[in-house]
């Protein structure tokens, strides 16, 4: 069974920076496909970034050159490094296993979400 337990996020000022984790448990994050989504406050959720089994990596249009994915094979752990926040990007932030790259498809996923990490940018 695949566990993913969420962290790092924070109260950051607008312009600021965090960095999310992922920790994996019953699969091998460098072998499949996975991905961060997130849930803005009273709005639905919203696909983030995926990184590919062959580590190609998609990005959200407003995230491009401000976020990264990355995987640390040593620790099974995916990270979401998130740089220049925005205001309109506090929102509970979720991992997944999938290979989802769009709102629509990250919304079909089937199963439960985990606890997420909650990103507040203040003004």
């Known amino acids: 069974e695949v566990h993913l337990v969420e962290s790092g996020g924070d109260l950051v000022q607008s312009g600021g920076s965090l960095r999310l984790a992922c920790v994996a448990s019953g699969v091998v994050l460098r072998h499949v496909n996975m991905g961060w989504a997130r849930r803005p406050p009273g709005k639905e959720l919203e696909w983030v970034a995926t990184r590919d089994e062959y580590g190609a990596t998609y990005y959200r249009d407003s995230v491009k050159g401000r976020f990264t994915i990355s995987i640390d094979d040593a620790k099974n752990t995916m990270f979401l490094q998130l740089n220049n926040l925005r205001t309109e990007e506090t929102a509970m932030y979720y991992c997944?296993?999938?290979?989802?790259?769009?709102?629509?498809?990250?919304?079909?996923?089937?199963?439960?979400w985990g606890q997420g990490t909650q990103v507040t940018v203040s003004s």
């Open positions: 997944f296993q999938g290979g989802y790259v769009s709102d629509a498809a990250v919304r079909r996923r089937q199963g439960p």
